[in-house]
DNA sequence: CAGCATCCGTGAGGATACTG
DNA sequence: CAGTATCCTCACGGATGCTG
């Protein structure tokens, strides 16, 4: 993650990556693994996926726990700067339904 | 503006254009004509900031007003939609300044 | 003053196949 | 199960110049 111009597009650059936002909402139920992931967003390629988490793990959002075990097992939770926007991404949620009732309104 | 399959997604993918949240802002401040923006953000290209105001024209966000004046004058200033999200841009505001800190943390 | 036209490079993201 | 590797496309955005 890099400092932007503004605070406001460094926040931008952090969550603009595809499905991040949905990955990140998720997350907020409680901790998930890779698999439960992908079945929850069956849109989003494994390859997007592992990109967009391994990228929300760089960014200090998540964190990734491997399990030593067979079948292998990695679980993905949110680090406390993750929940601290919990608030920022529900009020995104709620911007987003204005949005789309403003398209369906013309 | 097309609808995405989560909220949160359709929000994103308007704000996420290059410094369109950096330009939202500046309109909390009030009407601003175009030169103002330009000179007010140096750092994007007079190409980058008509687009970027075109597409949140588009979107719902802004209004466009051109004065039938000689020399031109063009104001932008925010539909209530746009003024209505101002609580979240300010959150994401905050956010990345939160994010900024823990880049410097380490 | 407030743009648009044009050209072009880069990298985000898609499709598919393979692995510890 | 949880990824990685490889290849490819295209739209986002940069640089520059022109116009009503």
New interface residues.
């Given amino acids: 993650?890099k400092?932007?111009?503004?605070?406001?597009?460094?926040?931008?650059n952090?969550?603009?990556g595809k499905?991040?936002?949905?990955i990140i909402?998720h997350l907020f139920q409680g901790t998930k693994r890779y698999g439960e992931l992908v079945k929850l967003?069956p849109?989003i390629s494994e390859r997007m996926m592992s990109k967009q988490l391994k990228e929300l793990e760089n960014?200090?959002l998540i964190i990734r726990t491997v399990f030593p075990e067979v079948p292998p097992r990695v679980e993905y939770s949110l680090t406390q700067?993750g929940i601290?926007?919990r608030?920022?991404?529900k009020?995104?949620?709620?911007?987003?339904?204005?949005?789309?009732q403003?398209?369906e309104g013309g």
């Fill in positions: 993650m400092k932007s111009y503004c605070p406001i597009d460094t926040f931008i952090t969550i603009k499905r991040k936002g949905t909402l967003m849109d960014d200090g700067l601290d926007i608030p920022v991404l009020g995104m949620y709620k911007g987003g339904l204005l949005f789309e403003s398209i």
